[in-house]
């Protein structure tokens, strides 16, 4: 029988025999061990420039933001982009048979197509739809300049099934401001495109879908580089656009804000994406109420983002992927699709597709992330983030109002100079290997085999039509991009030349001296498809004509020197200038003892291989060098 009230008792605190902790003791212990380096060492800021400390007490007080509705998984998505509408129906048939909830119908030119997509025809769309039980899945439609004349082959095509519109799941995803963002042109002014598509909203409305219709796409701004505060500036900034155009169109607020949804990038950093998805929910809250509304939850359709992909070791791509998902996930994302691993490298294949899949099928039925909302509410860091993303993008999203609107700020060049301001310090961060990408710009494997991808060429782009107006273009990047064009150089040079280029390693002292420069220094040259030549023994004290042999023998005229500073100090000066008499073109060095530094560049060494140099700026001299030979 169950115990009585009086009966019941407590189990004391976890912590009971220990005295309570307070910030001061814990600031006290961290000071022991920063030893007078000041405590802002320990303090991270973001490419917004929020701080992000070490610690954080818990947030008393909060609530849950409201979103997917409590226990609700998100829809899995699936990415359907095959140019060949027969392939693209036998993709999305198996991918609802083996458990996909959703479509995401990816259209040739369409913002995320990255050079493929369906063909945008009635007779495509009809062979792609051919099977599909369309009253019971979600569908997002991802599509370009002919996006009117999709949505409306779309709406036939249903009509045509005899399905009852209004039975039907689909967000038909027109974005005028995305595509006219991408492209860096508009054929017309806003004024001339606000009747187009509010009047294929209304259209769409009047024969019975519910929609969404219209999409806020902040993967225009995350793709090129932008931080996750002009992300949700940008998304805001397009959805009050499209509900002043609904509005000046005779739609109700009402109804209005209920005819857009909005779509974000998830990347690899967990925190921030969960707390932007957190934040868009509270910022279009704030919209809404100073519309006069009572807020409800925005529809938030998520995907994996590009320029997070690498085409060099893409499994990682995988990792990465599982990362991007869980934040999205918690943070209340109401669909996800995931990025196949090989996207950067092609037409995924049956493999990438499922994983793709699956990656959310764990996630969802295994570690069960959808059963409780919103399980960040509380969290000291995670609310303290959301709130300042929610400043942050507030303030740029008032500031793209001020320029006249989204349209407007583009056309002034407004939101792609920010942008641009971003995309360089992001690109600077990943030429000096601050923000890794394990694979290209970290731990290179040289001797990998790429992985299959579908033999599907890509889609020509479209012509298009005569812009009227024209102005920057938010073009799509990759981060690893920049590496991934010297491996490319190297497997050009594999090809021609029978081997790829070489720098040889000079490693001093025993291997506690060299190797973890070694190893440092390796991986270094091997993310620009140099590869490492170690000597055949380490050089013993005062003992170079063997690595010198070894030198003349293997072929290459660049070499690094590898060891501690202390076995720098008695033998590096000998070593680099025996190397150059021996005819090295190039003497790099691992590490940068400061107290050696002239006599070691009065010597002969040119660069110094450390954390925090511009790698990209090294490896392209080296490739110049080699190429000169």
């Known amino acids: 029988m169950p115990a009585a009230p009086d009966d019941v008792v407590s189990d004391p605190p976890l912590a009971a025999d220990f005295p309570p902790a307070t910030a001061d003791d814990w600031r006290k212990l961290v000071d022991g061990v920063l030893k007078g380096a000041p405590f802002e060492r320990l303090v991270a800021k973001t490419y917004d420039g929020l701080r992000i400390e070490p610690i954080y007490p818990r947030a008393r007080g909060t609530r849950a933001i409201g979103g997917r509705a409590a226990a609700a998984p998100w829809q899995i998505m699936q990415r359907i982009d095959h140019p060949d509408a027969r392939q693209a129906n036998v993709q999305a048939l198996h991918d609802l048979e083996n458990g996909a909830t959703g479509l995401t119908l990816v259209f040739a030119d369409a913002i995320g197509a990255h050079g493929f997509g369906l063909p945008p025809t009635a007779e495509a769309i009809a062979k792609i739809l051919d099977g599909v039980f369309l009253a019971g899945i979600s569908i997002d439609l991802q599509i370009g300049p002919q996006s009117r004349a999709i949505a409306l082959h779309i709406a036939d095509c249903i009509r045509t099934k005899g399905i009852d519109p209004a039975a039907c799941d689909i967000r038909f995803g027109l974005d005028p401001l995305g595509t006219c963002a991408v492209s860096g042109s508009s054929p017309c002014s806003w004024a001339e495109i606000v009747p187009v598509v509010t009047g294929a909203a209304n259209d769409l409305t009047g024969t019975g879908f519910k929609g969404p219709f219209i999409v806020a796409d902040g993967r225009v701004i995350h793709d090129a580089g932008g931080s996750e505060a002009q992300e949700l500036a940008f998304v805001l900034a397009s959805a009050v656009a499209y509900l002043r155009g609904l509005e000046s169109a005779g739609t109700a607020l009402e109804t209005a804000r209920s005819m857009i949804y909005a779509r974000l990038s998830a990347d690899a950093d967990q925190f921030l994406t969960l707390a932007k998805f957190r934040a868009l929910r509270l910022l279009w809250a704030q919209v809404e109420q100073a519309c006069g509304l009572v807020p409800k939850p925005l529809?938030?359709?998520?995907?994996?983002?590009?320029?997070?992909?690498?085409?060099?070791?893409?499994?990682?791509?995988?990792?990465?992927?599982?990362?991007?998902?869980?934040?999205?996930?918690?943070?209340?994302?109401?669909?996800?699709?995931?990025?196949?691993?090989?996207?950067?490298?092609?037409?995924?294949?049956?493999?990438?597709?499922?994983?793709?899949?699956?990656?959310?099928?764990v996630l969802l039925e295994e570690s069960n992330l959808a059963k409780v909302a919103d399980p960040a509410a509380g969290s000291g860091g995670i609310e303290t983030l959301t709130r300042?993303?929610?400043?942050?993008?507030?303030?740029?999203?008032?500031?793209?109002?001020?320029?006249?609107?989204?349209?407007?700020?583009?056309?002034?060049?407004?939101?792609?100079?920010?942008?641009?301001?971003?995309?360089?310090?992001?690109?600077?961060?990943?030429?000096?290997?601050?923000?890794?990408?394990?694979?290209?710009?970290?731990?290179?494997?040289?001797?990998?085999?790429?992985?299959?991808?579908?033999?599907?060429?890509?889609?020509?782009?479209?012509?298009?039509?005569?812009a009227m107006i024209t102005f920057d273009a938010l073009a799509p990047m990759r981060?690893?991009?920049?590496?991934?064009?010297?491996?490319?150089?190297?497997?050009?040079?594999?090809?021609?030349?029978?081997?790829?280029?070489?720098?040889?390693?000079?490693?001093?002292?025993?291997?506690?001296?060299?190797t973890a420069r070694a190893t440092f220094a390796r991986s270094f040259f091997e993310t620009g498809g140099i590869e490492a030549i170690d000597p055949p023994s380490p050089l013993p004290t005062g003992e170079v004509n063997t690595a010198l042999a070894a030198f003349k023998a293997s072929g290459p005229q660049l070499v690094c020197l590898c060891s501690s500073d202390a076995i720098y100090a008695d033998q590096a000066v000998a070593a680099v200038q025996a190397f150059h008499a021996a005819g090295a073109r190039h003497i790099y060095l691992a590490g940068r003892p400061v107290k050696l530094e002239t006599a070691l560049r009065l010597a002969g060494v040119q660069d110094f291989i450390v954390a925090g140099s511009d790698a990209l700026a090294v490896l392209n001299d080296a490739w110049q060098r080699l190429e000169q030979q």
Not at 449 to 466: F, H, S, W
Request: aromatic letters at 8%; charged letters at 20%; one cysteine or more.
């Open 479 to 514: 981060l690893a991009a920049p590496f991934e064009k010297l491996r490319d150089r190297s497997d050009g040079w594999l090809k021609s030349m029978g081997a790829r280029p070489k720098v040889f390693f000079a490693n001093l002292g025993t291997p506690a001296d060299f």
């Open 388 to 466: 300042q993303l929610c400043e942050a993008g507030w303030a740029q999203f008032q500031d793209i109002e001020k320029a006249g609107g989204a349209f407007a700020a583009l056309t002034q060049n407004l939101i792609q100079h920010n942008v641009a301001a971003m995309r360089t310090a992001r690109e600077a961060s990943v030429a000096k290997r601050r923000d890794v990408l394990t694979g290209a710009s970290e731990f290179p494997n040289l001797h990998e085999k790429p992985p299959e991808v579908l033999d599907a060429k890509p889609v020509a782009p479209a012509p298009c039509g005569e």
């Open 299 to 361: 529809f938030i359709a998520a995907e994996t983002a590009w320029r997070m992909l690498t085409q060099r070791d893409p499994y990682v791509n995988m990792l990465r992927a599982t990362i991007a998902t869980f934040s999205a996930g918690l943070g209340g994302a109401d669909s996800l699709t995931v990025l196949p691993h090989t996207q950067a490298l092609g037409l995924p294949d049956d493999f990438a597709r499922r994983i793709a899949r699956n990656t959310q099928f």
